[in-house]
Nanobody, 120 residues
Framework: VQLVESGGGLVQAGGSLRLSCAAS????????MGWFRQAPGKEREFVAR????????SYADSVKGRFAIFRDNAKNTGYLQMNSLKPEDTAVYYC??????????????WGQGTQVTVSS
């Protein structure tokens, strides 16, 4: 199973980015997808999750109302739309595939990460 993130970059505070996660190697729609992030010197933390069907989603309180997770199973791709970005959103963002949970060990496949930097 391979997960490849893209879409990271440098953006000013208040701006938007859309991250993509392209999956290959197994039936994408059979598994939940999660997004996590890790800032320098901090532990990896949960950001958002979505069920395999895309019907249910859940967010960390810190991003609720600003970020949206969705997926296109026909394209084997998941997305994280990030709006109203803040400097504290700066981190490496990872997508993951597994069971529908907010813990790291809910997911057994991970992408390589994509850097998001928000300037003030």
């Amino acid at each position: 199973v391979q997960l490849v993130e893209s879409g990271g970059g440098l953006v000013q505070a208040g701006g938007s980015l859309r991250l993509s996660c392209a999956a290959s190697g197994r039936t994408f729609s059979s598994y939940a997808m999660g997004w996590f992030r890790q800032a320098p010197g901090k532990e990896r933390e949960f950001v958002a999750r979505i069920t395999g069907s895309g019907v249910s989603t859940s967010y960390a309180d810190s991003v609720k109302g600003r970020f949206a997770i969705f997926r296109d199973n026909a394209k084997n791709t998941g997305y994280l739309q990030m709006n109203s970005l803040k400097p504290e959103d700066t981190a490496v963002y990872y997508c993951a595939s597994g069971t529908y949970g907010s813990a790291i060990n809910n997911y057994n496949y991970w992408g390589q990460g994509t850097q998001v930097t928000v300037s003030s």
